[in-house]
T-cell receptor, first 112, second 112 residues
């Protein structure tokens, strides 16, 4: 119940295309869902986050879609660029706690 | 967002030895978190470090193997003790702020 399942494991998208990464969870006590971007040799960087009281949040080319009833959320990267090539992690936080549970990660490659 | 500095950034250690990783934050925080990221894998929480009290360890991690110190509200150390090649990982320090959880750049540990 503490798990967050992420897919796909790897993704190749052409430059200018839309990258979509999906996550699913079981624990309804999760109340915060961030996405992290990690480049090789670097720590994860907070990209965008959402709380379950909204269905969508957009920041620039990055959008989180959240489906509370299905217990799913996804990251959409519009107009994907080679600089977006990185590993992306979804995560979730239990209400009242601060620690995060991470998905398995998606290695995204944007072909020029 | 918090600025988190970790030292060392990388190290190669002999099996059976110990390595202490330092984490310095530019602001006072109640909790600091230590994660492990095994090669090509996701992040797994090792323990939560509170100032003035014993660290709280997650299932599968024990204090004898990963002792943690938290002498003040801006600093923590994680020691990886009696290392084996299976301890080769990236170790990450994290803090939570108003905008979310932030990570240091990590310490890449190789045990030979």
């Amino acid at each position: 119940q503490q798990q967050v399942k992420q897919s796909p494991q790897s993704l190749i998208v052409q430059k200018g295309g839309i990258s979509i990464i999906n996550c699913a969870y079981e624990n309804t006590a999760f109340d915060y869902f961030p996405w992290y971007q990690q480049f090789p040799g670097k720590g994860p960087a907070l990209l965008i986050a959402i709380r379950p009281d909204v269905s969508e949040k957009k920041e620039g080319r990055f959008t989180i879609s959240f489906n509370k009833s299905a217990k799913q959320f996804s990251l959409h990267i519009m107009d994907s660029q080679p600089g977006d090539s990185a590993t992306y992690f979804c995560a979730a936080k239990i209400q009242g706690a601060q620690k995060l549970v991470f998905g398995q990660g998606t290695r995204l490659t944007i072909n020029p | 967002s918090a600025v988190i500095s970790q030292k060392p950034s990388r190290d190669i250690c002999q099996r059976g030895t110990s390595l202490t990783i330092q984490c310095q934050v530019d602001s006072q925080v109640t909790m600091m978190f230590w994660y492990r990221q095994q090669p090509g894998q996701s992040l797994t929480l090792i323990a939560t470090a509170n100032q003035g009290s014993e660290a709280t360890y997650e299932s599968g991690f024990v204090i004898d193997k990963f002792p943690i110190s938290r002498p003040n509200l801006t600093f923590s150390t994680l020691t990886v003790s009696n290392m084996s090649p299976e301890d080769s990982s990236i170790y990450l320090c994290s803090v939570v702020g108003a905008e979310g959880a932030f990570f240091g750049q990590g310490t890449r540990l190789t045990v030979v």
